[in-house]
């Protein structure tokens, strides 16, 4: 079974820097579509980014300009730096692997507040 297990959550001021990492296990990670998604209270979990198998990266509008997905075959790891954090990006946080209807990890809180 596929383990998804994400860290890097915090509490941070507007403009400030948070990254998030997963880690993933028993997955042959370098053909798999990875995703961040996150859900803010009272909203549907929406898509953050996600990363291709061959390095094609997609955003959300929202976090263009903002937020950089990467992964690393070699670790089974995929990450999302996100910078100028504002009080909206304030969500749960999800590692996903293959879509909506594929695996997923815990979670990991994210609040943008001062």
């Known amino acids: 079974q596929v383990q998804l297990v994400e860290s890097g959550g915090g509490m941070v001021q507007p403009g400030g820097s948070l990254r998030l990492s997963c880690a993933a296990s028993r997955i042959i990670f370098s053909n798999r579509v990875m995703g961040w998604y996150r859900q803010a209270p009272g909203k549907q979990r929406e898509l953050v980014a996600s990363i291709g198998s061959g390095g094609y990266t997609n955003y959300a509008d929202s976090v263009k300009g903002r937020f950089t997905i990467s992964k690393d075959n070699a670790k089974n790891t995929v990450n999302l730096q996100m910078n100028s954090l504002k009080p909206e990006d304030t969500a749960v946080y999800y590692c996903?692997?293959?879509?909506?209807?594929?695996?997923w990890g815990q979670g990991t809180q994210v609040t943008v507040s001062s």
């Open positions: 996903n692997a293959n879509g909506p209807k594929g695996n």
